[in-house]
């Protein structure tokens, strides 16, 4: 499975995407977790020590290694530079490993200007292809609503799109507006899971609010999530509930992937 999760900023998605990496870890499979997030918070979410968490470095802005693969200086723009730059080794020489799911942290690209194609991007786009077309792990992807590290070249590699939403109009629009850049591109497994769910009337809201996106499930407010959250815990050790919830929706998925749904 090569998954990706995406949502408005705070919703939960990144949380569902480590407790997702996690259960994958648990029935047996090698795991990739992916941080393609600017604001990269899974290695706490995985439960990684806050200290070893604090000394990841990001790819984006390891300059020498970007020099090094696409023959140009980051930051320097107009410069020609390799657009398919030798990524394989990347996964295993930089990853971190946390509950025995391998960790990938992409980080942001800075751009001179809108829709600029520069020698960090090309990295990571090259990367993303890679790890979702050549590797044999199973990969999560903690994604920015814009599914920035996403290309038309490595869409179609991605198994499902999970948008996770909370109730409330702002969740929703972003949901749609994730939704149309998914298609853009030609991703054609689109899946919403609510999270922060009080009650069936707030899923009834969701599904009601977003018809044309399949519903896998809910995950329930937590209080030992969001406290976890707050220690900069894992809450995959916090809270049962929203494991087995978690799990459940992991089997929707699956179910849903095999049996060749597409929107």
């Known amino acids: 499975m090569k998954i990706a999760i995406s949502g408005k900023g705070g919703v939960g998605k990144t949380t569902i995407a480590a407790a997702l990496a996690r259960l994958y870890v648990d029935k047996g499979y090698k795991v990739l977790a992916v941080?393609?997030?600017?604001?990269?918070?899974?290695?706490s979410a995985l439960g990684l020590p806050?200290?070893?968490?604090?000394?990841i470095t990001p790819l984006s802005v390891m300059k020498e290694l970007v020099e090094e693969r696409t023959?140009?200086?980051p930051g320097v723009f107009g410069n020609f530079?390799?657009?398919?730059?030798r990524v394989d080794d990347i996964p295993d020489r930089f990853s971190v490993e946390s509950h025995s799911v391998k960790l990938i942290v992409m980080g942001a690209v800075e751009r001179g200007g809108g829709g600029c194609i520069c020698p960090e991007s090309a990295l990571l786009r090259n990367l993303m292809r890679h790890l979702l077309v050549e590797r044999g792990e199973v990969v999560v992807m903690d994604m920015e609503a814009g599914i920035e590290h996403l290309g038309r070249g490595t869409a179609e590699a991605v198994n499902a799109l999970i948008v996770v939403v909370e109730p409330g109009q702002r969740s929703i629009q972003t949901a749609r507006f994730i939704k149309k850049l998914a298609e853009d591109i030609g991703i054609k497994r689109i899946f919403l899971v609510g999270n922060k769910v009080r009650n069936e009337a707030e899923a009834n809201y969701l599904k009601k609010s977003l018809p044309d996106i399949p519903y896998l499930g809910s995950v329930n407010e937590s209080a030992k999530v969001r406290r976890a959250d707050l220690d900069g815990k894992s809450?995959?050790?916090?809270?049962?509930?929203f494991v087995r919830q978690v799990d459940e929706i992991r089997m929707e998925l699956e179910k849903a992937a095999e049996s060749g749904y597409r929107v």
């Open 50 to 55: 806050e200290a070893m968490a604090g000394e």
């Open 35 to 43: 941080d393609a997030d600017p604001d990269a918070n899974l290695a």
């Open 81 to 85: 530079f390799k657009l398919n730059p």
């Open 71 to 73: 023959g140009a200086k």
């Open 235 to 241: 809450p995959y050790e916090a809270d049962e509930n």
